[in-house]
Structures are given as C-alpha cells and as structure tokens.
C-alpha cells in the first residue's frame, strides 16, 4: 500500500504564489505516476497535471502557464508549484499515485492511492 501526504497548503492573495509537496511511503516511489488534483467548493474533483516515470507532464488548461508539476525520486516526492494565484484556484489538493507509471492520464479513476488533501484558499 503507498500512502501519500500533501502539506503546503494555506491562504494567500491573489497573484501569490504557493508550492505543494506530497511525500509518499509503504512503497517504491519512482515507479508511479503522479497526479495533482482539486476539489473546488460543491463541485467535483477534476485534474490539474500529471507526470510519468519518465518525466512526461501533461496540465489542465486552467494550470498552463502558471502551474509547474515535478517529482525528486530521491525524496519520494511530487511537486506542485503555483503562481499567479486566483480566486477560482480555491480548493483542497490532492495527489495521487497511478501503478502503471508509463502511463500519462488526468482521469481520477485511472489513479490509484489518494492522499487526504490539502487546502489551499486565494482571496482576492
């Protein structure tokens, strides 16, 4: 079983920036995909970007440009480093380990272990 810890999460501005860290355990770590996700308030979970073994990534189009994905296999770690903040970037974050970690997917249902998420509010 990998279990997966969010941290980083917290309340800033508009137009700030804010990084993410997951830290996963029980398993070996570089042979996962890693998936960043959000849950906005009353809506559902959707994709924010995605990065393979491989380093291959892939982002939601309300992350291009501002949003940058990475992992330290040596740390067991994925990355999400967000700037330019707003309002609508509002949600708790999650992240996630798919086992077929070739593979570039941003459906939740192809992933595999979740961690509990972190909440990340933007004021404007």
């Known amino acids: 079983q990998l279990q997966l810890v969010e941290s980083g999460g917290g309340l800033v501005q508009a137009g700030d920036s804010l990084a993410l860290s997951c830290t996963a355990s029980g398993r070996p770590f570089p042979g996962y995909a890693m998936g960043w996700f959000r849950q906005p308030p009353g809506k559902e979970r959707e994709f924010v970007a995605a990065i393979t073994t491989g380093e291959r990534i892939m982002y939601a189009d309300s992350a291009e440009g501002r949003f940058n994905i990475s992992r330290d296999n040596d740390k067991n770690a994925v990355y999400l480093q967000m700037n330019s903040l707003k309002p609508e970037d509002t949600a708790i974050y999650y992240c996630?380990?798919?086992?077929?970690?070739?593979?570039?997917?941003?459906?939740?249902?192809?992933?595999?272990?979740w961690g509990q998420g972190t909440q990340v509010t933007v004021s404007s």
């Open positions: 996630a380990a798919k086992i077929e970690g070739w593979q570039l997917v941003g459906t939740l249902a192809e992933y595999d272990y």
